[in-house]
């Protein structure tokens, strides 16, 4: 996935960055698994760039904004991942992540770690209305049985204003830390 060296012995943390309208508060993760001892960088999806503050990203984790493919003979941008966080993340991502679609580097990275093994899990943030496709859920069933984690939150109701004050971004590391701690 990369070849760049990790320059910490602390585990790296790709947060996976959706375009989802609570993707504007990815600091309170970023923060969170910094006080946790990880290093973290930061994917997004090309339509999430709009919801994130670039400078503010690459101040907070010491690395730019990752959202498309490198020209070949470039470096890699970050260290390989130790585990990856995907929150917020959307319907369309989730969907297309468990159909096997590659066609953001966000998704290409979420495919491919799978096979290599790498613990992953995923916040969704969505309302029930989009939840209600079966698609989702059969998208959550796949995930599920590729060992993905999934967070315990429930989608909240259209128009609800989404609940962005309760939502649990710590979730995403008290899912992934035993899973990165413990035996792989
Ligand atoms: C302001 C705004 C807020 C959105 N919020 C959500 C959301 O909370 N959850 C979701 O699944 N999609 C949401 N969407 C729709 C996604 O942005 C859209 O499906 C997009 O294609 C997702 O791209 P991505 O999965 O590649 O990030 C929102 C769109 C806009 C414009």
């Known amino acids: ?59 907070r984790t010491g690395y730019p904004i990752h959202s498309a493919w490198r020209s070949p003979g470039d470096p890699r941008p970050l260290p390989p991942a130790d585990a990856i966080a995907v929150a917020p993340a959307t319907f369309n991502t989730i969907n297309k992540w468990a159909a096997g679609f590659a066609d953001t580097l966000a998704l290409g990275i979420l495919c491919e770690a799978h096979g290599l093994g790498i613990p992953t899990a995923v916040l969704p943030y969505l309302n029930s209305a989009m939840a209600a496709h079966p698609a989702y859920r059969q998208s959550l069933d796949r995930l599920r049985e590729m060992s993905v984690l999934i967070s315990s939150s429930e989608p909240h109701r259209p128009k609800s204003g989404g609940g962005a004050d309760q939502f649990r971004w710590e979730e995403a590391l008290e899912l992934l830390t035993p899973a990165v701690s413990g035996p792989r």
């Open 1 to 59: 996935m990369s070849d760049q060296p990790n320059p910490s012995k602390k585990p790296f943390l790709y947060v996976v960055v959706c375009a989802a309208g609570i993707a504007g508060d990815i600091g309170k993760l970023i923060t969170a698994a910094q006080e946790q001892q990880w290093d973290v960088g930061v994917v997004a999806t090309p339509q999430a760039l709009g919801f994130l503050d670039a400078q503010e990203i690459e101040t």
